[in-house]
């Protein structure tokens, strides 16, 4: 035992002291640098730094960026940390055009990228001395009128803004480009038998007899339909009980005993 070495505590205490300094400057230099770090952030959130500098917009096609950007309710004193997608959305809400939005914040450069997704345009009112664009949820494109005769999508006649519409506008918006742009007109041909009975007529020179709420299933049959029709002869397709043609002297019988347009 009188070989053991002994450490006094009188030799233990400076290094005891040393390791409890270094641990002291440790918390220190730990509290002082989380001080700054959170007086950059307040700094930066504050100061003109964090205000939106840039919106880039994509996706749209009826509105322009510059609308976009207006309706979204940002602006150069926006801060980029404030930057919500459901409030924006909210904003793009009164471009009727407008179905979601996503949002995307850069905090380094101050960007913002809006890409939009909107509604398609699926046909055109007949007004007085107009078209006005129709959208696949059912309202109009305020202020965007044409005395051009649109040939990209269908024009609707004897139509108004409502559910008969909006259900129209529905089906429409099921139906793939070449269908849709095979439309050349829909008119508004209700009858005591038929209250949401629609008239087509085709760019192919056929008319077809539907009904408003079967009338994209209905219209996935009319390919097949013209491919057993005899060359050169024009008719009429009934798609409001089965799916059949007949030749054009049949319309108004097809038509449950009405003229179009009554």
């Known amino acids: 035992m009188s070989d053991r070495k002994v450490i006094q505590l009188e030799d ?7 390791q409890r300094k270094q641990k002291t400057n ?4 730990f509290y002082i ?13 504050e100061s003109p730094l964090s205000n939106v500098k840039t919106i880039n917009v994509s996706g749209n096609r009826y509105f322009s960026a510059a609308q976009i950007k207006a309706a979204s309710g940002l602006t150069a004193k926006s801060k ?17 055009s407008i179905k979601s939005v996503t949002v995307k914040t850069h905090f380094l450069s101050g960007r913002v990228d ?6 398609k345009r699926v ?7 107009s078209y006005k664009p129709v959208l696949a949820n059912g309202q109009f494109m305020s202020g965007k009128l044409s005395n051009v005769i649109p040939v990209h999508a269908p024009i609707l006649i004897g139509f108004k803004e409502g ?6 506008t529905e089906q429409l918006s099921k139906m793939n480009a070449t269908t849709l742009y095979n439309i050349s007109e829909i008119d508004f041909t209700p009858s005591a038998l038929y209250p949401k009975g629609i008239t087509l007529y085709l760019n192919d020179g056929h008319q077809a007899l539907a009904n408003i709420p079967t009338l994209a299933a209905k219209m996935k049959l009319y390919p097949s ?3 057993n029709l005899p060359d050169n002869q024009k008719g009429v397709v009934q798609l409001r009980v089965g799916a059949y043609w007949s030749p054009s002297t049949a319309a108004k019988q097809a038509n449950g005993g009405e003229t179009n347009g009554e």
């Open 80 to 96: 980029i940390w404030g930057v919500n997608q459901k409030t924006i959305l909210a904003h793009l809400n009164s471009l009727p």
């Open 114 to 119: 809006l890409n939009v997704m909107e509604y």
């Open 225 to 227: 339909i013209l491919a």
């Open 26 to 29: 440790r918390r220190f230099v």
């Open 163 to 168: 559910k008969v519409m909006s259900s129209l």
């Open 33 to 45: 640098t989380l001080f700054f770090i959170l007086l950059l952030i307040v700094t930066y959130i």
């Open 123 to 129: 046909a055109y009112l007949k007004t007085e001395n």
């Open 12 to 18: 233990r205490i400076p290094k005891l002291r040393e």
